[in-house]
């Protein structure tokens, strides 16, 4: 990790690519403005621009403030592919807690990799801090895990969905991180866009009661530890860089991306009519063809896109449900048909309890 700059102050905006990007944009557009308008220097990045944010993969936007350093300082500071460390992450999105892929041959990473030592994890969601613990890797240093209570905004595929998470968010920062950007300077900020006054009380309303501290200790949060995986070299390669084709069932081991995903395909095997259409529809070629013909999706490889919910014939056969409901991730997803095989009542009491959590995609399939 390299030495903190002295006033400078390093913001991490981690979102979904596609489902919300331009979210992300206005938000760190919005913290560097709000800075600038205070008095100090500050700028907004982007690191990705292409393949991870198609398929809704976690990606990063950068806000650097320098307070009280030059614009030299702070160019010098955003002249990298990204920093290693941020004061502060902020997550768009609670179910990208299970793992940040933004890259697939940089494995899936803890979403507070960067952050630095007493740093501030900042989450949207509806769930309380002790909740989303359990969802986080431990790390060795601590760190204060920060929930902006309200709904993930998901609508942003091509145009941005103005439902209020950037002015939450900004309050939220007002309150956290006073000494970054002030209420006042984030009243001035939004006080100067369209429909000032609604957004101020948006704002205000994450500064007075909507937001949720937690402190959190070395060692807490879910066992894992990151490593890079190790990528074949070139002397690994076949003569001609020829690649070996897979056979069925099989898939690339360093190019997954399950936690691309917000919902994840549930399987009812027990009314599955074995039509394959799962299988043949999948845009990812997710489904194993298991033994007895039925299909069974390898969710370390699904984007939850829903297709396969929607194509099943068979109503709440596939059910796509939040990934918040499941608290495995980190490269490690139930095997649904092996859970259906070594128990079928337990695997249909564990379906029929998912259902009611499965209404977001069961009214757009039908
Ligand atoms: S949601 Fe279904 S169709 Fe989409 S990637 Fe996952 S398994 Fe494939
Ligand atoms: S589409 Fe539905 S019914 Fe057809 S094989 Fe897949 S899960 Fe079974």
Redo the contacts with the bound molecule.
Sequence with gaps: MSVQVPGIYTIEIIYRGIHQRHLARNLARGIAYAARMAGNVALSYQRYGDDPERDGSPAKYFVVIAKGASEEVLDAEAARVEPDYVDASIVLDDSILKGVESWAWQGIQPVHLKLRPSGLLIVISKRNPDELIKFIPSRDSPYTLVVAYGERSIGDFWTFQDDGTVERVLGAIARVLPNVLSLDDVKKYLGSLDKPSERINRALEAYQSLVKLREVKPGEGLPYKYEPPHLPGWKDMMIGAAIPGLKPNQRNPYFTGGTA?H???VINFDKCIKCSL?WE???????DVTPDGYFN?A?A?????????EVCPVPDT?I?VDEMEFEDGYGKFIDEYKAWKESKEAYRKWFESLLPKAQIISVRKR
């Design positions: 995903k919902y994840r395909p799962c529809y999948c845009p990812d070629s997710v489904f999706p969710l490889y699904c984007k939850g896109c829903g297709i396969c919910a596939i796509m």
